[in-house]
């Protein structure tokens, strides 16, 4: 028996052994079952019929898994084969709604860890919408628009018949932006002859898309932040931001956090960190990342007095915000420390799981505030959600509406999460109280919709 299962409250303990023995080798999804497992034993508590029903049992199995092949010809005729994914997870709340990663890091535990979290995130939003992941180790970075296109096409000839707009919306992700999102939809609707706008999210304004989509992660993760400061009196106003990354989510939690008062020092990619103490310029970032899709070094080399620090990590950088917004694990348990010597106040998950459970740990210990992903950056998968509702209703609403709902969504998933939190014993605890305040969600559903 492994330490984190003996660490495990009675009730979900022999859950989380069958967990590890049916995925043996996949440590990302493990670790995104441990976290919500070891939180929610209180809900389990209070609602013994959760446990009659079999709740946790059927909702650590995916409703579906989907693995496929992906053929397709480079620019100088040579055949490429990647892998395609597509986890559908929970659909009792809605259609399946999740986006799609195209890294050369996605494999089958990393898409499963990614679609659980997004049941709770998803059912916090208060949407109807369920939970899902995809995507394929195919890596977009260096390669032609056309080369990009014809990944995209065969990816969908054979994801197409898994989706539609009652049954699962994909939407982006890590390296699916909006070039990938207009390839792969225009091939859905060629493949199905169907103009179905509401299958897929993220679609640019002119087509269907919503307001806000493209900012809303971003966005939605400082809007927690400022919900969590506020319940201390406090503010962004005067704060130094701490950002890692450099993609959709980062640029737009850096303009955000600027409009909110406080001052983006950092940014971020594989290579290392920008810090720039005269706050990150955001339309040089943009104009580095997105349209020439540069390095993050070109932004030290273009603005004076910043500065780049190659293979350097952005959490060594005194903040009192840290927003991590890269990828999963990014952010560990010594950065943790760092950051509180360095006397960081509160910290937000723009990624999904970018924080160790050590780092998580440390932060709790320290009264450091921390927003989990699934709560700070629900922000883009409920504008999805809103996308969704504009195209059902053939309707577009203005930026400014869209944000105001944006926000409004920020308040309540930050309500539900506060309060569930103090409701089970856990007081200011928003990992426990995401992570119930979701399960109650999904549970009661589960429940009224028979075993199924």
């Not at 909006?178 to 640019?204: D, V, W």
């Not at 509180?340 to 459970?357: K, L, Q, W, Y």
Request: aromatic share 8%; hydrophobic share 40%.
């Amino acid at each position: 028996m492994t330490e984190t299962l003996v660490a495990l409250p009675p009730v979900v303990r022999d859950v989380y052994a069958t967990v590890l023995a049916r995925n043996p080798h996949e440590p990302e999804f493990q670790q995104a079952v441990h976290e919500v497992l070891e939180s929610i034993a209180p809900v389990l508590d209070a609602h013994p019929q959760f446990v009659d029903g079999g709740i946790v049992e059927r909702l650590v199995e995916p409703e579906r898994q989907i693995l496929f092949r992906v053929p397709w010809v480079d620019d100088r005729g040579r055949l490429q084969v990647n892998r395609g994914f597509r986890v559908q997870f929970s659909s009792v709340l809605g259609p399946y709604k999740g986006g799609l990663r195209f890294h050369p890091s996605v494999n089958l535990s990393i898409v499963k860890f990614l679609g659980f979290e997004q049941i709770f995130k998803n059912a916090l939003t208060g949407q109807g919408i369920g939970g899902a992941k995809g995507g394929s180790d195919f890596d977009p970075h260096g390669k032609s628009d056309a080369e990009v296109m014809r990944f995209c096409q065969s990816f969908m000839n054979e994801l197409y018949r898994h989706l539609g707009e009652h049954t699962d919306v994909p939407a982006g992700d890590i390296g699916v932006g909006a070039r990938e999102i207009g390839y792969l939809f225009g091939q859905y609707r060629k493949i199905t002859n169907r103009h179905e706008s509401g299958m897929f999210t993220g679609k640019g304004v002119q087509w269907g898309g919503a307001e806000v989509r493209t900012e809303a992660t971003g966005y939605g993760a400082v809007f927690f932040v400022q919900e969590m400061l506020a319940m201390r009196g406090s503010s962004l106003e005067g704060t130094r931001v701490g950002v890692s990354g450099s993609g959709n989510v980062a640029i737009y939690a850096i303009k955000k956090a600027w409009q909110l008062g406080g001052t983006p020092v950092t940014a971020s990619d594989s290579s290392g960190y920008v810090v720039d103490d005269a706050g990150i310029d955001v339309d040089l970032l943009r104009e580095i990342k997105e349209v020439e899709r540069a390095r993050i070094a070109e932004y030290a080399a273009r603005r004076p007095g910043a500065r780049f620090v190659e293979g350097g990590r952005p959490w060594e950088v005194p903040v009192d915000i840290a927003i991590p917004s890269a990828t999963q694990n990014e952010l560990d348990e010594d950065d943790a420390r760092t950051l509180i010597g360095n006397g960081v106040r509160a910290v937000a998950e723009g990624a999904n799981m970018p924080s160790t459970p050590g780092a998580v740990a440390a932060f709790q210990e320290a009264d450091v505030l921390f927003g989990p992903g699934k709560a700070a950056n629900a922000g883009g998968v409920a504008t999805s959600a809103l996308e969704m509702s504009q195209n059902a209703a053939r309707q577009r609403w203005s930026f400014d509406d869209s944000e105001a709902k944006l926000r409004s969504i920020m308040k309540d998933v930050h309500d539900a999460a506060f309060d569930a939190a103090a409701r089970y014993g856990r007081p200011g605890d928003y990992v426990v109280g995401a992570n119930s305040a979701g399960f109650e969600r999904v549970a009661h559903a589960m429940l009224a919709q028979g075993v199924i």
